[in-house]
């Protein structure tokens, strides 16, 4: 085979067979192409899309390129959840000990810096001692004793999806609809839960902009599911306002902390619930009023709480060590009115630029003081930033993020759709 032919192929919009992806997947992970070769490829992708096939080729090709884990030792039903990323989404640090503490095995795989603010694993091993990366006797013993676990992707993992991710991230291919796709459910199926729920960020601060294109990510990964004999359920969130207060690693394990206690968001708390009820519902086959109501029971009492504690303590870390060593400055509104919006993009922006890319600051971030809807007055704190080297104009785009009204505007709801 050759490459040249191959990408010339799709270019013209012609369907690939499963050997020529296949070809092309084997030559870049075994460095028989070159970058710049496969940046073509998936520019080609890109731009011509695939059918679903073609998707269902490439998953399956990623899936076989490195190996599959035999979750036959987990003692209880399995569920995974995943997150496209966005501005302050530290949903997992929640959900996992929720169903946890509901006799459900969360066996999490994450990723570091998938997203403007950092990773899951980023905003974990930000918390004193913490082990993202495991033996497999460590993981079965945390999984089937506390009954959740979040580790760092594994090399042998999806290998070419790794490595393809990467050079998508590098080229600026990362939103095309299929390529997303196969990237997510190649890994999901790498990792063997039997149940799948995903929160599929759409807005200014996530990869889906639309609601359209969305649902059709949507409806092609619970295709893909399907396939694999997977049950996946897509919970649209919005994304246009950062979810929660805190926008920064250490922070939000701290707003985790908060939430626990008792102190959070409206959106936050709706988010979560939405989707740890969806995740019970899909593992014990029951509804989801009923799932929502034992979700509730476990905030209430505690058992979440002691169960995040517990699987913190069983990976190594030390949550009363977690300190946020950063500089703080307060930022005020430069004028009177309601909070009409806060822009995503532009906290994910700063945020991303506070905390840096090569060598990450976990301690630094952003607090949000007052959300949408809130009344403000001239002069009145409305964020702090957390910070230990400035950013150009950090004040100034932080303001320029909120834009105000002189009438209370509307709730948003955060869950805009549920795909099953």
Known sequence: MN??????????????????????????????????????????????????????????????????????????????????????????LIVLPICASLNIAVPKMSGRSLGTT?????????????????????????????????????????????????????????????????????????????????????????????IKDATKLAKLMIKIGKYYNRKVICVLTDMNIPLGNNIGNKLEVKEVINFFNGIYDKRLYELIVCLSSYMVSIS???????????????????????KFYEWIKYQGGDISKLKIEAKRIEVMSEKSGYIKSIDASKIGYLSSKLIGFKVKDLNTGIILRKRIGDFVEKGEVIASIYYNKEVDNMISILKDSFKYSDTKPKEKNIILKIIK
């Open 3 to 92: 490459s040249k032919i191959i990408i010339e192929k799709k270019i013209k919009n012609k369907i690939l067979a499963y050997n020529e992806i296949k070809y092309m997947i084997d030559s870049y992970i075994n460095n028989n192409i070159s970058d710049k070769t496969m940046t073509l490829f998936i520019k080609a992708i890109y731009n011509s899309g695939l059918s679903f096939n073609e998707t269902l080729f490439l998953t399956d090709i990623m899936i076989k390129s490195g190996k599959v884990e035999d979750l036959s030792f987990v003692e209880k039903v399995t569920v995974d959840k995943h997150s496209t990323g966005g501005v302050g989404d530290k949903t997992s």
């Open 118 to 210: 950092g990773g899951t694993v980023d905003k974990l091993e930000s918390i004193p001692g913490f082990k993202s990366e495991l033996s497999h006797k460590e993981f079965v013993n945390i999984i089937n004793t506390v009954g959740c676990v979040d580790i760092c992707q594994t090399k042998d993992i999806a290998v070419a999806d790794k490595k393809i991710y990467s050079l998508r991230d590098k080229t600026g291919y990362v939103d095309s609809i299929p390529l997303i796709a196969s990237s997510i459910m190649s890994k999901k199926i790498a990792c063997s839960s039997e149940n799948i729920v995903i929160d599929l960020k759409v807005g200014k601060g996530a990869f889906m902009k639309n």
């Open 284 to 306: 014990k086959k029951i509804s989801f009023n009923y799932s929502k109501k034992l979700v509730l029971k476990s905030l209430k009492i505690g058992s979440s709480k002691n």
